[in-house]
């Protein structure tokens, strides 16, 4: 797993300078709220970027508290992710007054592999966490490349082995993030 993330680490920053016409890069940072909370950096890259409509990657690192099998926060878990977002650029004469030059509503996929810790195990050893997510994200933009953003979506996540009185190794699980990204030309 980790020669399959560094392949597509290397592969996103080789090819994403050759299919966009501008090298807007990004680095953000968020809050996962909701039934796992915690916190996340992102780095972003444009894969392909044509006037407003634009899909881009990115490159992730998540640390979040669950509910593995109680009511109460009893595991930590270290995800890795990846997670494509297809967006359409627009603006408002309104919203240009108070700063926000444009908006940028998207979709994402994204899918993720995470280390587990906590009351049941040590930490990176087994049961081990993966998460598979759909959803929609809207980005208000300034002038200068400062963003504030949030996103809604929702999907699976799997546990490869069950814990105490846990029942299920894949549930469903929703996701809503919120945070700040700063984009920056190389």
Known sequence: MRKFMCVLCLFGCCVAKEFSQDSDYLIGVHARVGASMGVGIEFGMPII???????RNFIGAESFGMKLASTQYDTAALLFSDKMTLSYLTGSSVAAAIGISYFRPYLFLSGGFGLTGGKYNSFG???YYGEVSVGIGHEFITKNGHTFFF????GAMFIDKVVANQTLTTQGTTK??????FYYSR
């Open 176 to 181: 809503v993030l919120v945070g700040y990204r």
């Open 151 to 154: 996103e809604f979506g929702g």
């Open 125 to 127: 050893t087994s049961p």
């Open 49 to 55: 970027k044509s006037g407003v409509v634009e899909w």
